[in-house]
């Protein structure tokens, strides 16, 4: 078990929202140790707890609400505090959306690295899969299985020529987090992007920001940063989604096709089966029964 961590020194960044396309400042403030990830809106006055209750919208992007006010696409910070373990921290955004600045996880990585990290003196509780727990969602599915380490296996498969399938398993830790997962950028195909601009989706999307897949390849000069980028973006994705449980989850996360619903599907059903897992705090004792299902979804 490690110790709790946030800043030790807060810094901003400013950037374009993907799906609003509205000009955002984000500034990321130390916070005190249990506190964990909290953000807040200074444009409309709001705090919203990183948890999965908080999710009001999976549909192409993870949101946060909470009493009409929302925060969108925040899968790659959270991605970022989960991968380098920043664990308390206030998140204050002027606007409705954090901003996607290259599509992956690296210039966040980098701005929070700038902040430095401060050890907060108490252990990080963490949670650890003890039997199984699988989910069917038809079109898609998850599991997780005892495991001693932190491990996501994720499969992926479009009907394209380029993309088809992609598999990749990583044990995640900081290291890997930062030099594996981080730099995936996110990706979409142009019949898709044309579709959500049209819906009112993607304002700020950009080949910037964004891996665009045409019929015949991809429209980024650029080229890829890894050969299997798809899949590192999924498994980024999916970080950050499991964060909003609350703890470090000490498994195997094992992934098929799977996406935002899916994941905040799987992790609800998770939370709701306290025979699966149990918390391992600072005593190093089973406190499963301290965290029952309603306060985890509705903290």
Known sequence: MRLQ???RH?????????????????????????????????????????????????????TLGNEGVKIRTVEHILAALAGIGIDNLIIEVDGPEIPILDGSSTELVSIILKGGIAKQGKRMPYM???????MDDGHSEIAVFPYEGRKIT???HFNHNLLGEQNLSIELDEETFIKEVAPARTFGFLKDVQYMMANGLAKGG?????????????LNSTGLRFKDEFVRHKILDSIGDFSLIGFPVFGHILADRAGHSTNLKFIKKLISCPECWEIISEAEQPQAQLYPTKSLLNQ
Do not use: C, Q, W
């Open 154 to 156: 994720y499969r992926i």
């Open 5 to 7: 961590r946030t800043l």
């Open 206 to 218: 950009s080949l910037n920001n964004a891996i665009i897949l045409g019929d015949n390849g991809i």
């Open 128 to 134: 650890r899969i003890v039997k199984p727990v699988i």
């Open 10 to 62: 807060e810094v901003t960044f400013s950037g374009i929202g993907l799906h609003t396309g509205r000009n955002a400042t984000v500034r990321l403030r130390p916070a005190p140790r249990d506190s964990g990830i909290i953000f807040h809106r200074m444009d409309r006055p709001a705090v919203i707890r990183a948890h999965a209750g908080a999710v009001t919208d999976t549909a192409f992007a993870t």
